[in-house]
């Protein structure tokens, strides 16, 4: 059974850091594209970051560039993100996920390609 299972979240007042964990588990993903979304309540689920197998390429929602870092570590089949200059308007659910299908090229920020959905870590950013 695969899964993706997020770590990491808190509460943290702005302008503190977090690390996000996603440790995946019943597969090997190093072949596969990963990324994270996040959903604050009220809202949509949004694109926040995405790294590809090929060569680590990343891809970064506007609203984060230069604050959170995506990164991964194959040999431990696990994602990060590390989060700087926290915000308020950060606060959300962060889900780790991976591509359906292995070898997707590049990073994307679309949320179809991804068949793969951890349960979610809550982040919340106080003012």
């Known amino acids: 059974q695969v899964q993706l299972v997020e770590s990491g979240g808190g509460l943290v007042q702005a302008g503190d850091s977090l690390r996000l964990s996603c440790t995946a588990s019943g597969r090997t993903f190093s072949r596969y594209t990963m990324g994270w979304f996040r959903q604050a309540p009220g809202k949509e689920r949004e694109f926040v970051a995405s790294?590809?197998?090929?060569?680590?390429?990343?891809l970064s929602a506007d609203s984060v560039k230069g604050r959170l870092t995506i990164s991964r570590d194959d040999a431990k089949n696990a994602l990060y993100l590390q989060m700087n200059s926290l915000k308020p308007e950060d606060t959300a659910v962060y889900y780790c996920?991976?591509?359906?299908?292995?070898?997707?090229?590049?990073?994307?920020?679309?949320?179809?390609?991804?068949?793969?959905w951890g349960q979610g870590t809550q982040v919340t950013v106080s003012s």
């Open positions: 996920a991976a591509t359906t299908s292995q070898y997707y090229y590049g990073p994307t920020n679309y949320g179809g390609p991804y068949g793969y």
């Open positions: 790294i590809t197998w090929l060569d680590g390429s990343t």
